[in-house]
């Protein structure tokens, strides 16, 4: 299957401070990108899906100014928690499908910790 | 909110087959199952997909009933390795840029 990686694995952060995590496609072009959060013992919660060369679009509930999404290249996504705080210690999961697919493949995660 | 139902744990025994229910009553004509799985602290791994005909992989059998609201993800020979949250999901033919939407998922637990 297509292979999806992010970085970094797992940060840990001051309170006030941003975090960027990045989102990559390795072998293959994705339009379209996903970025999901997961709280311990919780499902996955899509936050919002990031279009190439377009603004994201939110879910209902997500705060667009502080999780900014840039998807600036067809392999690469980032993530940037603005201003983090306790409570946006997460696990930050990406997915992305391969445009001639129909499936979507998700990368390994990166756990937040805010101080 | 999710359009499955899911038992939220189920154990089985290593070496036997594990069988993993699904309800979906309210799928529509036009939309697939698709089922991944969530190993502890890694990300989702997609499994298997499905319209209306059974489908197989190396991972997986998948079995969806004719009238399409439910269907049975089967492990035929399970591991230690295959515990893990399984997740059911009902999304429509709009390709890979579809969003996925997770229930609650089963917690399957092989024991030795």
């Known amino acids: 299957g297509a292979v999806v990686s992010q970085h970094p694995s797992w940060v840990i952060c001051k309170s006030g401070t941003s975090v960027k995590i990045e989102c990559r496609s390795l072998d293959f072009q994705a339009t379209t990108m996903f970025w999901y959060r997961q709280f311990p013992k919780q499902s996955l919660m899509l936050m919002a899906t990031?279009?190439?060369?377009?603004?994201?679009?939110?879910e209902q509930g997500v705060e667009k100014d502080k999780f900014l999404i840039n998807h600036a290249s067809l392999t690469l996504s980032t993530l940037t928690v603005t201003s983090a705080h306790p409570e946006d210690s997460s696990f930050y999961i990406c997915s992305a499908p391969p445009t001639t697919q129909e499936t979507q493949y998700f990368g390994p995660g990166t756990r937040l910790l805010v101080l | 909110d999710a359009k499955t139902t899911q038992p939220p744990s189920m154990d089985c025994a290593e070496g036997r087959a594990a069988n993993l229910p699904c309800n979906h009553s309210?799928?529509?004509?036009?939309?697939?199952v698709y089922w991944y799985r969530q190993i502890h602290s890694q990300g989702p791994q997609y499994i298997i997909h499905?319209?209306?005909n059974n489908e197989t992989n190396e991972m997986a059998s998948l079995i969806i009933t004719e009238d399409r609201k439910s269907s049975t993800l089967i492990l035929p020979h399970a591991t230690l390795r295959d515990t893990a949250v399984y997740y059911c999901i009902v999304r429509g033919a709009q390709g890979g840029s579809e969003k996925l939407v997770f229930g609650k998922g089963t917690k399957l637990t092989v024991n030795p």
């Open positions: 309210t799928i529509s004509g036009n939309e697939y």
């Open positions: 990031s279009n190439e060369g377009s603004k994201a679009t939110y």
């Open positions: 499905g319209l209306k």
